[in-house]
């Protein structure tokens, strides 16, 4: 049975910084991509950043291209979402997700998702 388990949401002040943890188990695919989602209340899930096990190549969306960044622990199976220079519009639950590609989970067929971790940027 696969299990993503977030954590590391919260409040923070904008320009602040958080780091949130997927850690999984479970997983049999031998190369799969590993990303992280969000959605704020009213809108749409939408992907943020996506890491693949091929390479370690990663993806992000144009939003927060240079503020965030993701990345994994092979060993702790876990994958990160450090993310800087927060502002009010990063608002919103966070998802951690996988399918077996990343072109795949760009385009949300993903096939297991986490329960979701909450940020909330506010002064």
């Known amino acids: 049975q696969v299990q993503l388990v977030e954590s590391g949401g919260g409040s923070v002040q904008p320009g602040g910084s958080l780091r949130l943890s997927c850690a999984f188990s479970?997983?049999?695919?031998?190369?799969?991509?590993m990303g992280w989602f969000r959605q704020a209340p009213g809108k749409e899930r939408g992907g943020v950043a996506a890491?693949?096990?091929?390479?370690?190549?990663?993806h992000y969306d144009g939003s927060v291209k240079g503020r965030f960044t993701i990345s994994r622990d092979s060993a702790k199976n876990t994958v990160y979402l450090q993310m800087s220079s927060l502002r009010p519009e990063d608002t919103a639950m966070y998802y951690c997700?996988?399918?077996?590609?990343?072109?795949?989970?760009?385009?949300?067929?993903?096939?297991?998702w986490g329960q979701g971790t909450q940020v909330t940027v506010s002064s």
């Open positions: 479970g997983i049999t695919y031998t190369n799969y991509c």
């Open positions: 997700a996988v399918a077996r590609l990343c072109t795949d989970l760009l385009h949300r067929k993903v096939d297991y």
């Open positions: 890491i693949s096990t091929i390479g370690g190549a990663t």
